[in-house]
């Protein structure tokens, strides 16, 4: 099979046809054969491939408005909602290049039911509109926003390139705007459950830029809600945080190695975290791929933190996290952190706080956000770019220093730190906080 192609044969069932939709007919789920996922290196995947989802999507969301009956209404918008399910798992599958993601789909139960005060956001790029699927724990609504997909992609890409300019605010005007797409249909519906936790399910580009940033006029999202994304809700392990017996393992460079500038700041975050849970600590010299290794073989750690520099590239052989004399690339994390003999627990939580991914690049936001999944961990912190290294300290810090509370779930430990920063007059600028994601699990 040559790169950029895939076999329309792999598809369990064809794409159905408009007329059925339009006929009222029901449609079937459609199924994705594992074996979608072939040929390495393809960097076209969602050009070839994500057009016939978009398309059943489309079609079955166009049904849905059409129906008096809001019970049947109701289960378009979910045929709609997993069949881009599929997609995403499909795409994660492409870009890995294994079976993780089946491999998680066969052990949880992915999202059933919200907690209260806990709403699913759940975007759909269509090449005309902007669908928004809110998921409530009463049920799911639907709103559309009249933006195609190529201004909504101009608009994400400016405001990702100007979030990373500390020093201006050339970034609001964007952060008003995509809120209003996105958020501003949906914002009486929240007021009125008194959501307080938003997790969204992010398409395509929307991967690359953090949603806390977005701005009504008044505050920042962060400011109302704390946030999680999840590359899909069927990929994500419902258990909350067994905080009871956990166990840390600390790794991190502080020391310029490989072509990579020192990160000083690297020695306060891991002791902070230490003083904390305790926990053992590989620094530097010790932090290497054989130790890590042999450590995690040794303890069933609950918590991996890794504070070094990491990059997020469209080719996953090209993705790595640093360590003093290697890379450790996503298959050795999955290797060391997956469920083996040594493990029959996945990780509860993994920390990557100097990692990146570039501006523009969505392929590899796609594998920043599928990072848990491939590692095998319930949840993980990363950074969309790397962050001012004091400031990265004090958000990882006051993030662990907020779990410690049982009453406090990871999103909400992650806002509060994050709001930390926003008060303090040395950070307040979006680029020194809203880089960190909470992917996965949010309990």
Request: with cysteine; hydrophobic share 40%; charged share 25%.
């Amino acid at each position: 099979m040559a790169p950029g192609h895939y076999d329309k044969r792999l598809m369990r069932q064809p794409v159905p046809g408009k007329q059925r939709l339009r006929e009222g007919g029901r449609v079937p789920g459609v199924q994705v054969r594992a074996d979608l996922a072939a040929s390495p290196g393809r960097g076209s995947f969602r050009e070839s491939v994500g057009p016939l989802f978009a398309e059943t999507a489309d079609l079955l969301l166009e049904q849905s408005g059409r129906l008096a009956d809001a019970k049947v209404a109701a289960s378009y918008l979910a045929d709609a909602r997993s069949t881009m399910e599929l997609f995403k798992g499909a795409e994660l599958q492409d870009y890995f290049q294994d079976d993780c993601v089946a491999a998680l789909r066969a052990r949880t139960t992915g999202i059933d039911q919200l907690a209260p005060q806990t709403a699913a956001l759940y975007p759909i790029i269509l090449k005309d509109r902007l669908e928004l699927l809110l998921t409530l724990p009463e049920g799911m609504k639907r709103f559309t926003t009249r933006v195609d997909a190529d201004t909504l992609t101009r608009e994400i890409r400016s405001f990702r390139l100007l979030l990373e300019k500390r020093t201006t605010h050339q970034y609001y005007p964007h952060a008003r705007q995509l809120y209003d797409w996105l958020i501003r249909p949906i914002a009486a519906e929240l007021d009125r459950q008194r959501i307080d936790t938003l997790v969204i399910v992010p398409d395509g580009a929307l991967r690359t830029i953090p949603l806390g940033a977005l701005h009504d006029g008044g505050q920042f999202l962060i400011e109302r809600y704390a946030l999680a994304t999840t590359p899909g809700l069927t990929l994500t392990d419902p258990r909350p945080l067994a905080r009871e017996r956990m166990q840390v393992l600390l790794n991190g460079l502080t020391d310029g190695v490989q072509g990579f500038p020192p990160l000083p700041y690297v020695a306060q975050e891991l002791d902070a975290i230490q003083k904390l849970y305790g926990g053992r600590v590989l620094r530097d010299r010790q932090f290497t791929v054989p130790n890590m290794e042999k450590d995690l073989e040794a303890t069933p750690y609950s918590i991996v933190h890794i504070a070094s520099h990491g990059q997020f590239s469209g080719d996953v052989d090209k993705t790595f996290v640093l360590t003093y004399e290697d890379r450790l690339s996503m298959s050795k994390l999955e290797q060391f952190l997956g469920l083996s003999k040594f493990r029959t627990e996945p990780v509860e939580l993994l920390t990557l706080s100097a990692c990146e991914t570039a501006a523009g690049d969505d392929r590899a936001a796609l594998g920043l956000a599928g990072v848990a999944i491939k590692a095998g961990a319930r949840s993980a912190v990363a950074t969309l770019w790397t962050v001012n290294d004091p400031a990265s300290a004090m958000v990882v810090s006051d993030f662990y220093r907020a779990l410690r509370d049982p009453g406090v779930s990871k999103a909400k430990a992650l806002q509060q730190a994050q709001l930390a920063a926003l008060k303090d007059p040395r950070y307040r600028h979006p680029n020194y906080w809203s880089a960190f994601l909470l992917i996965g699990n949010w309990l």
